[in-house]
């Protein structure tokens, strides 16, 4: 176990200093100000993103009992990118780009955690986590429907800064937004911990975890209030971001050879922040960036047909 810590560990960092030469003035060492606002603030959003998606996919898969449940699943994002669009209709073309994008970001962060609050108050009501997954599910379609509506409604300067916020970036944080995404990704983390020893018995059912003693809608309770909070930050931040919260826990399991949750947790963050390193790699290698939800689409969409196949 501390093996593998140790060469994850290493391979993030070693990933985390490539990352760091990659970007548009080519391969290679930058001077100061690029890399101090640009490519540290882009590698640090894509640790932090991809460490804190992967957890909340770990406790959503071990939720629903479900391989392919990701942190998206409960309309999180959807509700973001409500924001988003919303924002959209708000922001003149007369406005800077810059202020048009932190409308925008501003904007996702609301629709985010006011779906979040949303989910966790319907968590609380619910002992079922199928029903709970269908609310979630119905609930991402009423917001995407939402979003569409928006969408045709707007202009077309409007939809070219909502579609560059939905393509996913980790470019363009500030150490400020930087900082509201590690202390989300704390409170998530610190959640995970108090509550990994109900997620493991949460694996067996909820008939099991409640003849053990344990409370499963106090679990699902805690669990989603965690993940809809990292995975509400980093959505507003760096856009809908997919694969990587479903791929990162089963890489995490095969590695430890074990669903410990107390095991399975820091192999999971480390996997996350590695894949994300990589989709941000890729995406700067072409002559034109490409957005890094298509570079994680990329990694991402391989990986989880072979554990289709291996079911």
Same mark, same amino acid.
């Given at each position: 176990?501390?093996?593998? %810590?140790?060469?994850?560990?290493?391979?993030? %960092?070693?990933?985390?200093?490539?990352?760091?030469?990659?970007?548009?003035?080519?391969?290679?060492?930058?001077?100061?100000?690029?890399?101090?606002?640009?490519?540290?603030?882009?590698?640090?959003?894509?640790?932090?993103?991809?460490?804190?998606?992967?957890?909340?996919?770990?406790?959503?898969?071990?939720?629903?009992?479900?391989?392919?449940?990701?942190?998206? &699943?409960?309309?999180?994002?959807?509700?973001?990118?409500?924001?988003?669009?919303?924002?959209?209709?708000?922001?003149?073309?007369?406005?800077?780009?810059?202020?048009?994008?932190?409308?925008?970001?501003?904007?996702?962060?609301?629709?985010?955690?006011?779906?979040?609050?949303?989910?966790?108050?319907?968590?609380?009501?619910?002992?079922?986590?199928?029903?709970?997954?269908?609310?979630?599910?119905?609930?991402?379609?009423?917001?995407?429907?939402?979003?569409? /509506?928006?969408?045709?409604?707007?202009?077309?300067?409007?939809?070219?800064?909502?579609?560059?916020?939905?393509?996913?970036?980790?470019?363009?944080?500030?150490?400020?937004?930087?900082?509201?995404?590690?202390?989300?990704?704390?409170?998530?983390?610190? %959640?995970?911990? &108090?509550?990994? *020893?109900?997620?493991?018995?949460?694996?067996?059912?909820?008939?099991?975890?409640?003849?053990?003693?344990?409370?499963?809608?106090?679990?699902?309770?805690?669990?989603?209030?965690?993940?809809?909070?990292?995975?509400?930050?980093?959505?507003?931040?760096?856009?809908?971001?997919?694969?990587?919260?479903?791929?990162?826990?089963?890489?995490? *399991?095969?590695?430890?050879?074990?669903?410990?949750?107390?095991?399975? /947790?820091?192999?999971?963050?480390?996997?996350?922040?590695? $894949?994300?390193?990589?989709?941000?790699?890729?995406?700067?290698?072409?002559?034109?960036?490409?957005?890094?939800?298509?570079?994680?689409? &990329? &990694?991402?969409?391989?990986?989880?047909?072979?554990?289709? $196949?291996? *079911?």
């Amino acid at each position: 176990m501390s093996r593998t %810590l140790t060469l994850l560990s290493l391979a993030v %960092l070693l990933l985390a200093g490539l990352d760091l030469c990659c970007g548009g003035a080519g391969l290679g060492i930058p001077d100061g100000v690029i890399f101090n606002k640009i490519r540290l603030p882009r590698a640090l959003t894509a640790v932090l993103a991809g460490a804190s998606l992967s957890l909340a996919g770990l406790q959503m898969q071990t939720l629903f009992r479900n391989p392919l449940a990701d942190p998206h &699943i409960m309309g999180v994002s959807a509700g973001a990118g409500t924001g988003a669009a919303v924002a959209t209709l708000l922001v003149g073309t007369s406005l800077p780009a810059a202020l048009s994008g932190l409308t925008v970001v501003a904007a996702a962060f609301i629709g985010a955690l006011l779906t979040s609050a949303l989910v966790v108050l319907v968590a609380s009501r619910m002992r079922g986590a199928t029903t709970l997954l269908i609310f979630g599910v119905m609930l991402g379609f009423v917001f995407s429907a939402v979003t569409s /509506i928006l969408e045709y409604s707007a202009n077309a300067e409007s939809l070219k800064v909502f579609y560059s916020w939905s393509a996913g970036s980790f470019t363009g944080n500030g150490f400020d937004g930087i900082a509201l995404i590690a202390a989300a990704f704390l409170v998530g983390l610190a %959640l995970a911990l &108090i509550n990994n *020893r109900n997620l493991d018995v949460a694996l067996f059912g909820d008939e099991y975890a409640a003849m053990t003693g344990s409370d499963p809608s106090r679990t699902r309770m805690i669990s989603m209030v965690g993940s809809c909070v990292m995975a509400g930050a980093v959505t507003a931040f760096c856009g809908p971001l997919g694969f990587v919260g479903i791929v990162a826990p089963h890489i995490a *399991r095969a590695l430890t050879g074990s669903s410990v949750h107390i095991k399975t /947790i820091p192999v999971t963050l480390l996997t996350g922040a590695g $894949l994300s390193l990589v989709a941000d790699i890729l995406s700067q290698v072409f002559p034109t960036p490409l957005p890094v939800g298509s570079t994680m689409a &990329i &990694i991402g969409a391989p990986i989880i047909v072979y554990i289709l $196949l291996r *079911r």
